[in-house]
């Protein structure tokens, strides 16, 4: 009975060995996580139009500098494409120029990169809607900010 034993632990813990690492999980985005021996760090900053924010755990600033193009659907409107928003953002660290960069929800670029951040826009708000215009003081950002 022990014999049986030992041999069935045995067959469980081969069973467990060569299948190697498991493959990256997809990002919500659909982009494979990269394997460079690091954690990725993430912060979520939501930005007001003209607002900055500091990405946590580090020494870099990002700004909601302009709404460059605003073609998304409005929701009360069946529409063939879904749109795009098109923004500026400035990238800053302390005594550097900032880096100006723009990124659209649904064409490329759709992922920045600057100062060893990637950045992408989770959500543009307010949707629009067909009967009014957004106000510039309305909009709000949503961006996933990663770095290693």
């Known amino acids: 009975m022990r014999r049986l034993f030992v041999l069935l632990c045995l067959a469980l813990v081969a069973c467990g060995e060569g299948n190697g690492p498991a493959a990256p999980e997809p990002a919500r985005d659909g982009t494979a996580a990269l394997d460079l021996g690091h954690t990725p760090k993430k912060d979520r900053v939501v930005l007001g139009l003209h607002e900055s924010s500091a990405v946590f755990g580090t020494d870099i600033a990002i700004r909601f500098a ?83």
Do not use: M
């Open 66 to 148: 302009a709404v460059l193009e605003d073609s998304r659907c409005p929701i009360d409107v069946l529409c063939p494409w879904e749109g795009n928003c098109r923004i500026a953002i400035d990238v800053s660290r302390p005594a550097e120029r900032p880096v100006l960069l723009e990124v659209n929800t649904a064409v490329e670029p759709r992922v920045v990169e600057a100062h060893g951040l990637l950045i992408r826009i989770v959500s543009v708000t307010p949707a629009p809607v067909s009967t009014r215009e957004i106000l510039e003081e309305e909009y709000v950002v949503t961006l996933d900010v990663s770095w290693y």
